[in-house]
């Protein structure tokens, strides 16, 4: 048996897809959506992807903006990926799962072993998964449920899928995060600390916590660079961004922090977690 961390391999790719200007028209206040600086968004969505090209230089795939999908660019809620496989989701939302089909060809076409969800009783967003290099978490939340979750283990019974209820509006993403290979980060409200709580029962691997102040601050991405020699990234909410949870993060001495906003994107319902796609395996083309 290997030590926590080690199934969150090396990474190769990354998936985002363009901000149609429908989330910020009238299809997405129609979807419940609050107003937004279209513009901004748009910098954002940009911003990161710079960084995960040039920063942690990994290969970015963007799928264009598609006007018919305004929270299109939440890819991370369309897929699941491990090692080869990619379990495309089943989003709660039914005016949200013709998001998947993009984001499937988009696989596809890099060489992963495809899975989908037949059962119409199951919901699964993929920002409800958290997978610590050693087994998945499944939040159980208003957009995943039971058979979802199930769903999960079947697909990756490599590893163990333990179920946590999510107590707040939140998905599981939206509460606690990988902070390292070891360390799991979670915001101080009492349901990211419940979930906490629940995976700490739950789990036979001790794994370090960091507690901060602000739940969208543990939405982050633990990733590990495809070049050798180069330290492990955590890309995580910063440039003006969620200020009282920064110095907190200094703490994570073993990995290189980069910052990246989304404060307006996050108005739409993102978190960081939700906005691109880390393939960690290098896949066969």
């Known amino acids: 048996m290997g030590t926590p961390g080690e199934g969150l391999g090396r990474c190769s790719h990354a998936l985002i897809r363009g901000v149609p200007e429908s989330l910020a028209s009238g299809e997405g206040a129609a979807a419940g959506l609050p107003a937004l600086d279209l513009a901004k968004a748009q910098r954002e969505h940009g911003v990161l992807g710079?960084?995960?090209?040039?920063?942690?230089?990994?290969?970015?795939?963007?799928?264009?903006?598609?006007?018919?999908?305004?929270?299109?660019?939440?890819?991370?809620?369309?897929?699941?990926?491990?090692?080869?496989?990619?379990?495309?989701?089943?989003?709660?939302?039914?005016?949200?799962?013709?998001?998947?089909?993009?984001?499937?060809?988009?696989?596809?076409?890099?060489?992963?072993?495809?899975?989908?969800?037949?059962?119409?009783?199951?919901?699964?967003?993929?920002?409800?998964?958290?997978?610590?290099?050693?087994?998945?978490?499944?939040?159980?939340?208003?957009?995943?449920?039971?058979?979802?979750?199930?769903?999960?283990?079947?697909?990756f019974r490599d590893f163990a899928v333990s179920t946590v209820p999510v107590t707040s509006s939140s998905h599981l993403r939206g509460l606690c995060g990988m902070g390292g290979p070891r360390t799991v980060v979670a915001g101080s409200s009492e349901a990211a600390q419940k979930a906490v709580r629940a995976m700490a029962v739950l789990t036979d691997h001790p794994y370090a916590s960091l507690t901060l102040p602000d739940d969208a601050a543990a939405d982050c991405l633990f990733l590990r660079p495809g070049q050798p020699g180069l330290p492990p990234f955590l890309l995580h909410r910063g440039g003006g961004d969620l200020p009282n949870s920064q110095e907190a993060l200094q703490k994570l001495s073993d990995v290189t922090l980069v910052p990246v906003s989304c404060s307006e994107l996050e108005k739409a319902g993102a978190g960081l977690s939700s906005l691109c796609l880390v393939l960690s395996t290098r896949p066969h083309n």
């Open 50 to 155: 710079g960084k995960l090209r040039q920063r942690l230089g990994l290969q970015l795939v963007e799928l264009p903006p598609e006007e018919s999908l305004p929270l299109g660019p939440l890819l991370g809620d369309t897929a699941v990926i491990q090692g080869d496989t990619a379990l495309i989701t089943r989003p709660w939302s039914p005016a949200r799962r013709p998001e998947v089909d993009g984001v499937r060809k988009a696989l596809q076409d890099l060489g992963l072993r495809i899975v989908e969800m037949g059962d119409e009783n199951a919901t699964l967003d993929g920002t409800d998964v958290l997978f610590t290099g050693r087994e998945f978490f499944v939040g159980l939340s208003k957009w995943t449920n039971h058979r979802g979750a199930e769903i999960v283990a079947d697909t």
